[in-house]
């Protein structure tokens, strides 16, 4: 590499490029400089030097510093996704805030920690070895972990927190992708992000469903790169997302038969899922055969259109906690301001705001805060598990049984 910035970190360029969706040429003529200046710095082969960085983090709206960190260790590779058609650039800039979103949690532990890991673990290698009662088994043991019994679930994205995922919801202007999930090997836990942009609380909590299940059943199996093969995956997570939000003997007790579209419509708002997903879920449990699913099917599209449903309207989409809070807790705890954690963090103020589902302009000025949890504690001596300090933050109120 040639003299420039000492402990450059091509890494992070790389990052921030699929981040912003920026082209090499784009950011280029953004900071002044040939395709070709930034394609070096982006491989290695040359540094910038310190006035071309201070332009690179400004038109990246990062810090300079930020630039300099090494990454934090191997970086997450989701491998599921709702569209497996969508393009790369879009790939990667998801992948990419789930790298930021990783890191934010990473560095907000510092001071916190988070709830602890409550996961069903399944061991499958192949999809193939995966059967509808395993999926079904798998559902089920995760409401038990998470004492939800078998009535509706009230918020599914502060059950999914208080198991100790980290949870990411923001706009991303990519329609194609409805989600990403990975487990972090950095953090021991898994992360999960979720597109706002279609601002459905019924698709939404299906898509978290979709996602979790990715991560109970699909942990150890490999990228699908063939078609059929991503399409086996993504029946299995669907049929998880089913199975855990209309557990069988309940859900099947609310149905009148004949079913209709109507009774359907009442169901939809108790139970929190759209009436398509509630049409699938009938013929996975043998109340509806395929030829009266495709009536009702039918029926749907000619009454409500095939995107929309009567309903949508009336309920609120689920908001992740777990992140807003630990940075509400370390301001309110007096660790550090308000404006001093994007600094801290080296991203800027909208990206933390976004990735940590606080209100956007959260950091321009005195946030209101509210102390809901207890700080690490400041012992010396470190524990058995990773060399932390035991300390207890962000408790979640648990869902009542039923």
């Not at 290695?44 to 071309?52: C, L, M, V």
Request: aromatic fraction near 6%.
């Amino acid at each position: 590499m040639s003299r420039g910035v000492q402990d450059f970190k091509p890494e992070r360029l790389k990052q921030a490029l699929a981040a912003r969706k920026f082209t090499q040429g784009q950011l280029a003529m953004l900071v002044g400089v040939s395709a070709a200046t930034v394609s070096k710095w982006r491989s290695g082969d040359q540094s910038p030097e310190t006035d071309a960085l201070d332009r690179l983090a400004d038109k990246l709206s990062l810090a300079s510093e930020w630039f300099t960190r090494p990454l934090l260790g191997e970086a997450l590779t989701p491998k599921y996704r709702s569209n497996a058609q969508a393009l790369a650039s879009a790939r990667s800039k998801l992948e990419a805030r789930m790298e930021w979103a990783q890191e934010i949690a990473v560095k907000l532990g510092e001071f916190a920690n988070y709830p602890a890991v409550n996961i069903p673990t399944r061991n499958f290698t192949d999809p193939d070895q995966i059967c509808v009662a395993d999926i079904e088994q798998a559902a089920q043991e995760c409401r038990d972990l998470w004492r939800l019994g078998r009535s509706p679930v009230q918020d599914l994205a502060l059950a999914v927190e208080s198991a100790g995922v980290i949870l990411v919801r923001e706009e991303t202007e990519i329609s194609s992708i409805e989600g990403l999930s990975s487990w972090s090997n950095v953090l021991h836990r898994p992360i999960i992000l979720l597109s706002a942009d279609k601002a459905n609380a019924f698709r939404s909590r299906f898509d978290l469903a979709h996602e979790l299940a990715h991560i109970v059943l699909h942990k150890h199996i490999p990228l699908a790169t063939e078609r059929e093969r991503y399409k086996q995956i993504e029946k299995q997570a669907h049929q998880f997302a089913g199975a855990f939000l209309l557990p069988a003997e309940t859900f099947a007790a609310d149905i009148q038969v004949p079913v209709t579209l109507d009774s359907l419509l009442i169901l939809k708002q108790r139970w929190g899922v759209s009436v398509a997903a509630m049409l699938m879920r009938l013929e996975a449990l043998g109340i509806i055969d395929a030829d009266d699913k495709l009536g009702l099917f039918k029926r749907r599209s000619a009454r409500w259109g095939a995107k929309s449903e009567p309903g949508d309207d009336k309920r609120e989409p689920e908001q992740p906690r777990l992140l807003r809070r630990t940075v509400e807790l370390i301001i309110s705890s007096g660790v550090m301001p308000a404006p001093a954690i994007p600094r801290h963090l080296g991203l800027s103020p909208r990206d933390v705001e976004a990735l940590a589902g606080l209100r956007e302009g959260y950091f321009d000025g005195s946030a209101q805060v509210i102390e809901l949890a207890t700080l690490r504690a400041p012992q010396q001596n470190t524990s058995s598990n990773g060399g932390q300090v035991s300390g207890s933050v962000i408790q979640f109120n648990r869902q009542p049984t039923k």
